[in-house]
């Protein structure tokens, strides 16, 4: 059994195929181009096998196998981070473990490694408490909260990992249990943030965000009144509440025939404005006051209306963006970021994203590799990869990009903002990294997980 002819799959892993209750898809079998397929399609990965385990004990008999094939086991939901090259491993999808169940009394969920936000979102509508979510629903709650993990609600509850709570993880040895700081806070500061490092975690026990009563602006601006807005935005984060989370959005419209002539090819600015505890008017005004306002939409919401509007894409598709974390945005980089993405050779990025930081970023609530602390403003530019366009002009605007903001560039950022390029050298310190490596040594001594972006 080989790829491409290349390296022949270990008879332990081939033998897979009649051990597991699961499925395991080896590269000769015709299910295994979609199988190996991450969700972000520009990622290439050809891993030995893909397994779909149906339960702990079929993780067990997986890690077995790595241990005789001397191979590694790449824990990857569904791969909206997926990072590359897995040949020589085994890519384990866990969409078997799909338990939820809500404690609405202390505000917990508990969730399996192969649930998706989407799910976890749609059951808490209306009760009061909303999920430390992305602006995706369907990231597994299992990747994004083991990364970090930015969520509409950060600046209230905090990064997805500080509401880890505690998490069922199987060693590397085989037992599996409970974890949380009072059994062992070395494993639960490294699972928080780089979780697929050191254990494969089962199920997750999450704490909600209280947010009694969701209220939200939507404000649509020219690009003319860009300078302004972004001045008035970053002021805003100096007095507003953590209950008050902000997004900004400048989008540039394709020149295409399609379009209605007054967007095709304009660029707008939309400021998104999310309170947890009701309107806030007051300070939305100081916003609108900076421009001329061209669309509006202002009232009560929910995050499963948020998730709905938010034109993420749900089925897997090419993507390519780069992120950068700031420590500050002042009215320079502001300029600078504005002219560049006038500038025609910038135009293959659609949209750049602005995520006001700090509130309960700021306040950690529990200890984690992953942090935000002290961090300003968290960015990203993404550039659509179309068939038969070339790639290249996009992929020098996404270096330009990063280029231009990183005299500003923060310490740290949290690996679900990482590029398939970039190790977690980038989300700690380098005691941060030799904390972690040293977890990882006592729980996997063998190197049974795959090392992922660990740095080299
Ligand atoms: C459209 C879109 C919107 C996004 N929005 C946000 C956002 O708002 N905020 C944000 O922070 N991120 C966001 N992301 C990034 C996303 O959170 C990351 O890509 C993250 O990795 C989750 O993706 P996934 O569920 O596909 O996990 P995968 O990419 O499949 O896995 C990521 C990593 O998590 C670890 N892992 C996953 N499950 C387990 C497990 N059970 N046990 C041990 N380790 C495990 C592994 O190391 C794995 O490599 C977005 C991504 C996309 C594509």
């Known amino acids: 059994m080989s790829y491409g002819g290349v390296m022949p799959t270990h008879p332990a892993i081939v033998a897979l195929q009649d051990r597991l209750t699961g499925t395991l898809v080896l590269p000769a079998d015709t299910a295994y181009a979609a199988a190996r397929r991450p969700w972000n399609l520009a990622i290439e990965q050809h891993p030995d096998a893909v397994a779909t385990p149906a339960d702990v004990d079929d993780l067990r008999v997986l890690l077995r196998a790595a241990r005789e094939a001397g191979t590694s086991l790449a824990i990857q939901p569904s791969g909206h981070g997926a990072s590359g090259d897995l040949s020589g491993a085994v890519l384990v999808r866990m969409s078997a473990f799909d338990e939820l169940s809500l404690d609405l009394e202390s505000g917990v969920a508990t969730v399996g490694a192969g649930v998706r936000w989407g799910a976890v979102v749609e059951a808490l509508e209306g009760t009061g408490w909303v999920a430390p979510a992305g602006t995706s629903p369907v990231v597994s709650v299992a990747g994004y909260t083991l990364g970090g993990g930015h969520s509409w609600f950060s600046r209230t509850g905090g990064l997805g990992s500080d509401n880890l709570r505690a998490a069922w993880v199987l060693r590397p040895d085989g037992t599996h249990e409970r974890i949380d700081d009072d059994t062992d806070s070395d494993l639960m500061w490294a699972l928080r943030g780089a979780g697929g490092l050191v254990g494969i975690v089962t199920a997750l026990e999450i704490e909600l965000v209280p947010a009694p009563d969701i209220w939200g602006a939507n404000l649509t601006f020219d690009v003319v009144d860009a300078p302004a807005v972004v001045r008035a935005v970053r002021d805003l984060a100096v007095s507003a509440a953590a209950t008050l989370n902000v997004f900004v959005n400048s989008m540039r419209m394709p020149d295409a025939p399609e379009l209605p002539e007054q967007i095709r090819g304009r660029s707008f600015l939309t400021v998104q404005v999310l309170s947890t505890d009701g309107p806030q008017d007051e300070l939305v005004d100081t916003v609108r006051r900076a421009g001329e306002v061209r669309r509006e939409i202002t009232g009560p919401t929910s995050p499963a209306a948020l998730a709905a509007a938010s034109n993420e894409p749900t089925e897997p598709t090419p993507g390519r963006g780069a ?134």
Not at 390 to 417: H, I
Not at 421 to 429: E, I, N
Not at 447 to 454: I, K, N, T
Request: contains cysteine; aromatic residues 4%; hydrophobic residues 45%.
């Open 323 to 456: 992120s950068m974390a700031l420590s500050i945005l002042d009215d320079e980089t502001i300029d600078a970021l504005l002219e560049f993405r006038e500038l025609p050779e910038h135009w293959p990025i659609m949209g750049i994203d602005l995520r006001m930081l700090g509130g309960a970023l700021n306040a950690p609530r529990r200890s984690g590799f992953a942090s935000l602390q002290s961090v300003g403003w968290l960015l990203h530019a993404l550039v659509p990869v179309i068939p038969g366009v070339p790639t290249e002009p996009g992929d020098a605007s996404l270096v330009a990009f990063r280029e231009l903001l990183a005299p500003n560039e923060a310490p740290q950022t949290v690996a679900t903002f990482l590029g398939p390029d970039q190790s977690l050298d980038r989300c700690g310190t380098a005691d941060d990294v030799a904390r972690l490596r040293s977890v990882r040594s006592r729980v996997d001594p063998e190197g049974l997980l795959h090392e992922g972006r660990l740095p080299r």
